[in-house]
């Protein structure tokens, strides 16, 4: 990590936040409990415990590894349904193939993503290749859910592939914070990824001993996950670390600082940072469904077991 990166960040365009924006508050930081999703594999709960009034439109997010398998250990997920929301899979070590019963999918690999929106529903896999599987490797990524407003929860499904080297990098003043923003726009500088519901994801790589304050829109939340290494959020230089999601207030920037020293195993502090014009609708959620009512929920499992959703191709090439 970080799969994608440049010699000289201070050949990029370079954004700051304006003298008088209003610096957002940290008004909580949660720790990740840690788990297992689908075959195994291991991953950080990264939302765990924050009341979902500060992650809409969010709904939750894993970050997958990282882990070195050894040969005959990686893992992925069986076919399951989703409905209702967007998956994003952003992959930073390693190679994930994603399939669904509709035909779609693609590979990612080494700082691509891929944004599935589930919309009116779907079959889907995601499965390491049979040849990362014989030779084993580092593994590491990020899955987000975003939320659909009910107007478009039953939109029909489609992908989007966004490679690393498609992602706009962009750098601090001093160039001590690289930025890739995979989706939204920071700054007037836009990302690839296409949003129905208006969000901004940003990996930010910090040197140690450097900070960034960033714009960020006030209408949106703002959120941070740190990946990996050491530092501090606010102008109340609250610390995080690997594993730590810290939660903004309201107000027109945000700011990020790296420690002096990081963790043995990485140079850098890596965080992810997100933001998202909040819903506010109804949720009902239970497991691969996001509806605005049981009701809604209760028709999506009924679609399920009743093959509407699409039904596992005989042979799926995994």
């Known amino acids: 990590m970080p799969a994608v990166t440049v010699e000289n ?18 008004l909580a930081v949660t720790t990740a409990p840690s788990g297992f999703e689908g075959e195994g594999f291991p991953v950080r709960r990264a939302f765990a415990g924050i009341n979902y009034k500060y992650l809409d439109p969010f709904i939750m997010m894993d970050q997958m590894g990282e882990v070195e398998y050894a040969p005959g250990e990686p893992k992925g997920t069986p ?33 691509d993503t891929q944004w ?32 659909l407003p009910a107007a478009d929860k039953m939109m029909d499904p489609r992908y989007q592939d966004i490679r690393g080297g ?21 700054d007037g500088h836009e990302g690839p990824g296409i949003t129905h519901t208006p969000i901004t994801m ?20 703002g959120l941070a996950y740190v990946l990996a290494g050491r530092g501090s959020v606010g102008a109340e230089r609250r610390p995080v670390h ?32 997100l933001g998202g014009r909040p819903i506010r609708e109804p949720m009902a959620h239970y497991g691969p469904f996001v509806m605005n009512t049981q009701a809604e929920l209760q028709e999506a499992f009924e679609d399920f077991q009743k093959g509407r959703l699409g039904t596992v191709p005989a042979v799926h090439g995994m």
Do not use: C
Request: charged share 15%.
């Open 79 to 111: 076919w399951h349904p989703h409905r209702g929301f967007e998956t994003v899979t952003y992959l930073i070590d390693g190679t994930f193939i994603h399939q669904d019963s509709n035909g779609g999918g693609g590979t990612i690999q080494n700082g």
């Open 166 to 186: 498609q992602v706009q990098l962009l750098a601090s003043p001093d160039g001590g914070t690289l930025l890739r923003v995979i989706a939204g726009e920071l």
């Open 242 to 273: 690997m594993g730590q999601t810290a939660v903004f207030g309201n107000g027109g920037s945000l700011t990020v600082r790296a420690d002096e020293k990081q963790d043995a195993h990485t140079p850098d502090l890596e965080v992810v940072l």
């Open 9 to 26: 960040p201070l050949t990029l365009p370079r954004v700051t936040a304006p003298a008088d924006a209003v610096a957002r508050p940290v």
């Open 202 to 221: 940003i990996h930010a790589t910090v040197r140690p001993g450097a900070s960034v304050t960033l714009p960020w829109r006030p209408d949106f939340n």
């Open 116 to 147: 599935m929106t589930a919309g009116s529903g779907l079959l889907h896999i995601e499965a390491p290749p049979e040849q990362l599987v014989m030779s084993g490797g580092l593994f590491h990524g990020l899955q987000l859910w975003v939320n």
